[in-house]
DNA sequence: GTCTATAAGATGATAGAC
DNA sequence: GTCTATCATCTTATAGAC
């Protein structure tokens, strides 16, 4: 059966919690006890919606490739410039990591990907791709609109964005500094600022 | 015994083969059987020199940060001005990434924090806070110097510059992608030159 | 879909001989 | 310092009942 309002199905509790230990613990350091423990199930029954943990890992990415996309959606129609939307979409990680101390989902499979199964390290490779393809649409934008500025391409931008949220948010963690990521992102964006 | 000339102690060989597999692998993914393995020993002579893996973990960042202060006193020592140092301290992390697919250490290590020892943790905020302190007397000099330009405190520039280098290191590994972190520190210094 | 039961293997760690 | 032997525990995964 599938969830009715205001409920989930197991398949996506179980992809829920599994997405919170590996932003917390990583790939390797959570184990279908741990889910099942949450879940009140036996670790049988995590089985049964994924086989392996691989299926599992590769189902987590591609869902959260889904909602990456969602969001910048949602982001682009509340009609802010694209300046606006490169800050919320800082913003966005800034919260799950203040609130959870939860690192981008694909930030902490790469530190491990030579450890993990090929499919969920290509699903990996793909969400970043995705990323960065989505955000240098929006420096392009920005560029077009003349509300940014910057040399370069739009995708160099769209990189150096990625590398700066993915290091400010790791070196957070590191430190234990919580408002260590948002100290460093805050003024990141003024340098594309025209006028 | 201890090492002669051209060898190595089996305690040194140990830490070397443990480096290399928590900067692939990361801390949950390898085990005393692999270093057992590697040194062709048995597990329980690993146990000797390390009686817990937290005590090879936290051994291991604790050298990992005498080997920070080591290039950084080798790249002062070489004569280079305050962005020169900068470009070779990048550069040192380039070389190892890309011959040998390795991150920092204290940044895969970041990435899984909540699920390390406590100890092991604790020394690596304090080789993060080490090497930003580091960077930021660079970047003080550098301005002193008037060969460096900046807003802000050298301090924030420490930390953006740590962000920049980890964050790349990351996402070129999720991408697969070897000259990622080059192509992306490359130009990253140039808006601190003078001139 | 969830359960019990179970398997085969890995893991961190220790005792005690050499 | 290294070994054999052993331990309890955890891990991923499967078979088959309900």
Known sequence: MNATAGTLSTRDRILDIAQRLIQSRGYNAFSFNDLAKELKLRTASVHYHFPTKAD??????????????HELDWIAKSGVDPLGSLEQFIAM???TFRSSNALCLSCVLSAEAPSLPKPVAAEVTRFIHDAELSLAKIFAAGKRARVMAFKGSPRTQARMLMAMIQGAMLVARGLRHRSYFRDMTRGYLGKYAVG
């Open 56 to 69: 599992l890992g590769v189902a987590l990415v591609r869902r959260y490739r889904g909602q990456l996309h």
């Open 93 to 95: 990680f800034d919260r």
